[in-house]
C-alpha cells in the first residue's frame, strides 16, 4: 500500500551524526505511522523509534533517546531520522516501516505493513 526507499547511510566515526530519510509512495494519501527499525548482524531487528501522521507523537527506544530524533514532511512524502553522538552499537541495518495511524505508537515489528529495503549505517571506533 505504501512503498518506502530509504537513503542516507554510510562510514561515519563514534561522535558524528548522519540523517536517515524515507521517501514514501503508492497511497501517501493516507494517514499512517511510520517507524525506524534496525538490525545488526546475528541480532534481530529492533524498534528504534517512531512518529505520528501529524508528527505531534513521538516515541525513541531507550537506547537511542537523547541522540536519535524522528521527524516527518508529509508535504514532501519524507520521513527522516537524526541521528547524532553515533556509537559503534549503532551499526546496523536501518529500515522504515509504515502502519495503520494507532496510539500508543506501536514499536512491534509485525503491527507495521509496509517496509523499506534498508540503509546500512557503520559506526567505526
Known amino acids: 500500500q505504501v512503498q518506502l526507499v530509504e537513503s542516507g547511510g554510510g562510514l561515519v566515526q563514534a561522535g558524528g551524526s548522519l540523517r536517515l530519510s524515507c521517501a514514501a509512495s503508492?497511497?501517501?494519501?493516507?494517514?499512517?505511522?511510520v517507524g525506524w527499525f534496525r538490525q545488526a548482524p546475528g541480532k534481530e531487528r529492533e524498534f528504534v523509534a517512531a512518529?505520528?501522521?501529524?508528527?505531534?507523537?513521538?516515541r525513541h527506544a531507550d537506547s537511542v533517546k537523547g541522540r536519535f530524533t524522528i521527524s516527518r514532511d508529509n508535504a514532501k512524502n519524507t520521513m527522516y531520522l537524526q541521528m547524532n553522538s553515533l556509537k559503534p552499537e549503532d551499526t546496523a541495518v536501518y529500515y522504515c516501516a509504515a502502519a495503520h495511524n494507532r496510539y500508543p505508537l506501536p514499536t512491534m515489528e509485525d503491527r507495521y505493513d509496509d517496509w523499506g529495503q534498508g540503509t546500512q549505517v557503520t559506526v567505526s571506533s
Open positions: 503508492g497511497r501517501t494519501g493516507s494517514r499512517y505511522t
Open positions: 512518529i505520528s501522521w501529524s508528527g505531534g507523537s513521538t
